[in-house]
Each structure stands twice: as C-alpha cells, then as structure tokens.
C-alpha cells in the first residue's frame, strides 16, 4: 500500500499570498496518483488545498493529516508540501494559513517525529518552500541531521535559502514533476528519490536555490514508474549478445535485412536469426548501451563486416544482468 499527502497553500490570513503552491499541489498529485502506463501508483492520494477563506488549512488540521498519513504500516508514505516556509534560531516551520507569525506554523519538527515513529517501510517528505533544508537537522547541533532508516527528505532550498516561485509554479515543484514524468526515469521507467534529485540539482544553476537531499536508505525505491527506454526482455538479451563485457561483436551483411542494391553479388543474403539480434543491437544503440566500432552507424559496421561493443553505460548493465538484478 502507497499513501500520499499532498498539501498547497496559497491563502493566509495575515501574510502574504501565495499564487503557485495550489497548482504545484494539484500537479503532483495528477503525476504521482498513476504509473505512465495508468496503473494505481499512489491511490485516492489525501489532497488539502488552501486557495481561499474558504478552504483555509489550520495548523491542527494539518498536524492531524501528518499524523494520519504516517499512522499505517504502508510501503511508502509520502509527504509533499508548498507553501510559506519560516525558520528562526530555534526551528522550522510550515506555515498554514491562520499563522499570524511564522513560528505558529506546524514545526518541521514535528513533521519529522510523526515520521520517524510511522511504521512505514519507507518516509519520504518532499518540501517546496523557504527554509525548507533545516528539515531533519536536530535542534541541538545545527547542520547535523539525524534520520532513520527508510527515510528520504527532499527540500526546495537550504535553511537560508528563499524558494522561487515563478509563472503559477514553484521552481523545484516544476522540476519535480518533470522529473516524475521522466527526466529521471532510468532505463526500465523508474524514477527513485535519488534520480528526482539529480535531475533537479542539474537543472539549477550555481546561483540559483539549492536543493537539499537527505535519505537513510539501504536500496533506493521506486516513487513512480514512468515509460520504459527499452523494453526489459530487450535489455536482458545484452547478456547473450555479448560474452562479457568487453567483446567486440563482430557484424557481417547478414545481420542487415535492408538492401541499397549495389552490393557486390557476394554479399550474403539477411540471415532471419541474426536480424532479429541486429533489431535488439540497435535498439541498445539508441539508449547509449551500444556503439559500432570503426564505423558511423550500425549499418555500415554490418556492411563492411565490422563489429560493435558496448558502452560504459553498457557493461554496467551487462554486470547487472550477469547478477539478475533487471
């Protein structure tokens, strides 16, 4: 089972309004409900959104949602929130709507106890607001985090840091979502906090906010599923196409089903068998796990009896099949 908060806040009653958060909520939760294939990811994920009087979002109220999303014994429960963020010597805080001062908002804390006695396999918190790095720090040592294992906590900025907020949208949630849709997926589709992460910290720039990554984990886990690069029968098959992996696979005609008609009356004719691995080499080709060695393209290494090897990227995958690990 996969539970999610989702919580935006836009309306405060006594500081200032905000105009992106409520959007960023609805599109991760619209990202994270469903795998890219529409396959439940996250199902009937708990969306609070404050864009008026009238859907004003209280400190209880949100320390009440806190509290319920990590009661269960889940596989992931995640918590996503944009929104005004406040930080003082003392703490940080998520401020809802009824803050009149940000040290009345919901401390992250609290967030973070909540966390850590949930019985979830796995905790992610993903903040999209100011300060949001102190997130995980304890109260005593500043900088130091401490986090139990299971837990991920990815954040907008630094605990100095201010987070941007442009065209309807927060910066990182933009990211984010990208990310998720994606930009971070690995070759089978997975997206994992780490590659969320990467992604987005590539994508700023030095002067830019930065986010912030901490996480207590001993294998990564999958947060959505998005389209496959390749299809994993395919990415299998690089264990029997090469034998280890530094062969050269040597090519010749026959691999090449398709004819210019110019060829010298030798040329051997397409071999049904090896088209079908040459189908396989370059579909490999195409994600960077496959490369023609002294030629420009797979055609002309099968045409010139050349031979093709694979990538960095592709030994590793190779060393990942030899283990069964895809």
């Known amino acids: 089972m996969r539970k999610a908060l989702i919580v935006g806040i836009d ?6 309004q905000l105009h992106g958060a409520v959007n960023d909520a609805y599109d991760v939760m619209n990202v994270l409900e469903r795998h890219a294939d529409g396959t439940l990811n996250f199902p009937q994920p708990n969306l609070m959104v404050a864009d008026g009087p009238q859907s004003a979002i209280t400190r209880g ?13 889940t596989e992931i429960s995640l918590f996503y929130f944009a929104g005004h963020g406040y930080v003082d010597n003392q703490a940080g805080y998520l401020c809802t709507s009824d803050v009149d001062e940000g040290h009345e908002g919901y401390s992250l804390s609290e967030v973070m106890t909540a966390a850590h006695d949930s019985p979830a396999q796995h905790t992610v918190i993903i903040l999209d607001s100011c300060h949001s790095g102190r997130a995980g720090d304890t109260p005593i040592a500043r900088g130091v985090s401490e986090i139990k294992d299971g837990m991920t906590i990815l954040t907008a900025s630094t605990a100095e840091q201010y987070a941007t907020e442009t065209n309807g949208s927060g910066l990182f949630t933009s990211l984010l979502v990208d990310a998720l849709h994606g930009s971070a997926a690995n070759l089978l589709g997975d997206v994992t906090p780490g590659s969320v992460y990467a992604h987005i910290d590539q994508s700023l720039g030095t002067w830019d906010q930065r986010p912030v990554f901490k996480t207590s984990v001993k294998q990564f886990i999958s947060l959505r599923k998005a389209e496959a690069a390749i299809e994993q029968e395919d990415l299998r098959k690089i264990t029997t196409l090469f034998e280890n992996p530094s062969t050269q696979l040597r090519l010749d005609p026959s691999y090449e089903p398709e004819r210019s008609g110019s060829e010298d009356p030798s040329t051997p004719p397409p071999d049904p068998a090896k088209n079908a691995d040459f189908a396989v080499l370059q579909k490999l080709v195409k994600v960077n796990l496959v490369r023609p060695v002294g030629a420009p393209h797979m055609w002309h290494a099968a045409m010139e009896s050349k031979a093709c090897e694979l990538t960095p990227l592709g030994q590793h995958y190779w060393r990942l099949g030899k283990k069964s690990l895809i």
Not at 11 to 16: A, F, G, L, P, T
């Open 11 to 16: 309306y405060y009653q006594k500081i200032s």
């Open 61 to 73: 109220e949100l320390r009440e949602a806190v509290a319920t999303l990590f009661r269960d014994k």
